[in-house]
């Protein structure tokens, strides 16, 4: 079981900044996908960035170069920094994490989920 909760979210104004931090807990082995979902008011739920066990990173095409996926050496903590906002890029974020063994935006090779946290961004 692997538990994960968000923080960071806040209101800013378009073209600030947030970071988001997921920290897990309980078991989490170093191969599990970890990720980045939003979901915008009365939208469907969609990925925003994913990491592999691997480090590699990837990211859905209207975040790229503004969001920045990481996560501290201990995979502890799964982190989002987010430059640049944009009003469309209110939502909630949840952190989710995958021990399918493949990794990409596929929610149900996602096991575990946070409760989300909301980013507001006002223009």
């Known amino acids: 079981q692997v538990q994960l909760v968000e923080s960071g979210g806040g209101s800013v104004q378009a073209g600030g900044s947030l970071r988001l931090s997921c920290a897990a807990s309980g078991y989490r082995h170093s191969s599990y996908c970890m990720g980045w979902f939003r979901q915008a008011p009365g939208k469907e739920r969609e990925g925003v960035a994913y990491m592999t066990g691997a480090g590699t990173t990837r990211y859905r095409d209207s975040v790229k170069g503004r969001f920045t996926i990481s996560e501290d050496n201990a995979k502890n903590s799964l982190f989002l920094q987010m430059n640049s906002l944009k009003p469309e890029d209110t939502a909630i974020y949840y952190c989710?994490?995958?021990?399918?063994?493949?990794?990409?935006?596929?929610?149900?090779?996602?096991?575990?989920w946070g409760q989300g946290t909301q980013v507001t961004v006002s223009s």
């Open positions: 989710a994490a995958g021990d399918r063994g493949v990794c990409s935006f596929y929610e149900p090779y996602f096991t575990y």
